[in-house]
């Protein structure tokens, strides 16, 4: 009888999970890019390469879905196109994907965010880039 129940109180607790890496959707408040939407439009557009992203006249959306984790660190970059690879230039896609990649990296930190008991928790953002990039959306502050 002993022995039954040290096997059900092991099982038991061997069977416990790491929650923290779980996503929660929906979300009270969205993560946010220090200066917001506008904000994160002129750091990539201050930092990409446009003669990379621009290279060919091939139009491509790249739809890029990353994490944004409880310290507003964007990480697991996952790349989704409009076209597939073999429609295009392979060699020059990667050239694009590597470049968007290298700024997303360069990112600062978010404000991450928040739940209903104001806990800050991990979430997956998406962000589109066309190229060749000639939509400019940093809408610039002219003020003295």
Do not use: H
Not at 69 to 81: P, Q
Not at 94 to 112: D, F, G, H, T, Y
Not at 114 to 137: A, E, G, L, M
């Amino acid at each position: 009888m002993i022995l039954i129940f040290l096997i059900l109180t092991l099982t038991a607790f061997g069977q416990v999970k790491d929650t923290s890496d779980i996503i929660i959707d929906p979300i009270e408040q969205m993560p946010i890019f220090p200066g917001g939407e506008n904000g994160i439009w002129c750091f990539l557009e201050s930092n990409l390469n446009l003669d990379i992203l621009n290279k060919d006249k091939i139009s491509i959306k790249y739809y890029i879905k990353f994490k944004i984790d409880t310290l507003g660190n964007a990480s697991d970059f996952i790349f989704l196109a409009t076209k597939p690879i073999i429609t295009t230039n392979f060699q020059l896609d990667s050239l694009k994907r590597a470049e968007i990649l290298r700024v997303l990296n360069i990112m600062p930190r978010w404000e991450p965010a928040v739940q209903y008991d104001r806990k800050k928790i991990s979430v997956w953002f998406s962000i589109p880039i066309k190229t060749p990039y000639t939509d400019f959306r940093c809408k610039k502050n002219n003020s003295p």
